[in-house]
């Protein structure tokens, strides 16, 4: 009731008898106050979650954008590519990709042909990223919240918004720069864990590479991993910078 009290007041655009989505701008800017209640309370409410993240990154302008091909239309050029080089490579990870979950665990369940539709559709419309395994963990949560075309769009903010580019390409560039970066950050405001990275030799980018690979998907519980995706989708990547250095500080 109170995020609820919070849209109608700060956000609709008419006064409305009822508080429908279709009053709310289709991208909110975060406030002070939102985001006080995305991170010292218990996050977005879980029913809100999926038009929220939306709204909040900018996927549902994209998703209206005259500048895309309808969804459906992208589907279909993917479907139809006989020579669609990387449908046997997204066919043998389908059932892998979350295998304890019952959407996914085999190859005739539910979710199986909404997750082949949307990773069909990514490599389709951005060919110099193709597949990437680490992006079917993310698609495979979102779907689990978002319906099938909000997921393609919230994927594609990802791709084109949200993180740095040739994030996902495959010499992993993106990640590659974020995890000097990290390593930086640490030996900054974590010296003795720095010192002691390096005194046993390790390399701390094979260790967080899944962590940016995935936005922390295939690490951490998913009661964890919404309350980060919630700011994720608010404030970018900087925020995945913010949560390992929470942890590093929590458990260093």
């Given amino acids: 009731m109170q995020w609820l009290a919070y849209l109608e007041f700060s956000h609709s655009r008419e006064e409305v008898n009822e508080l429908s989505w279709e009053s709310i ?19 977005i409410p879980h029913s809100l979650r999926p038009q929220l993240w939306l709204r909040m990154s900018g996927a549902l302008l994209k998703k209206g954008s005259q500048d895309y091909l309808p969804y459906w239309k992208i589907v279909r050029e993917s479907t139809n590519n006989e020579y669609f080089s990387y449908a046997k490579h997204i066919e043998k990870d389908l059932v892998r990709i979350l295998p304890g979950n019952g959407c996914f665990a085999k190859s005739d369940s539910p979710g199986i042909p909404r997750l082949r539709r949307v990773l069909r559709a990514l490599a389709w419309l951005y060919p110099e990223i193709g597949y990437c395994q680490g992006f079917g963990t ?6 689990l919240l978002l319906e099938e075309e909000d997921c393609f769009w919230l994927l594609s903010t990802i791709i084109e918004d949200l993180l740095p ?10 990640i590659r720069i974020d995890s000097l970066v990290l390593s930086h950050l640490i030996s900054v405001h974590f010296p003795k864990v720095d010192n002691l990275l390096k005194e046993h030799d390790i390399d701390l980018s094979l260790i967080v590479f899944p962590w940016f690979m995935t936005l922390f998907a295939s690490v951490v519980h ?9 700011l994720f989708f608010a404030e970018g990547n900087l925020i995945l910078f913010k949560f390992i250095l929470a942890l590093i500080e929590l458990k260093g």
């Avoid at 701008?25 to 996050?43: A, C, D, F, R, Y």
């Fill in 165 to 174: 580019s040739s994030y996902f390409s495959s010499e992993f560039i993106g």
């Fill in 138 to 143: 993310i698609a495979a949560h979102l779907l």
């Fill in 25 to 43: 701008p289709l991208k909110i800017s975060v406030t002070q106050k939102m985001w006080e209640m995305m991170s010292t309370k218990k996050g």
């Fill in 222 to 230: 998913v009661k964890i991993l919404l309350r980060v995706w919630d």
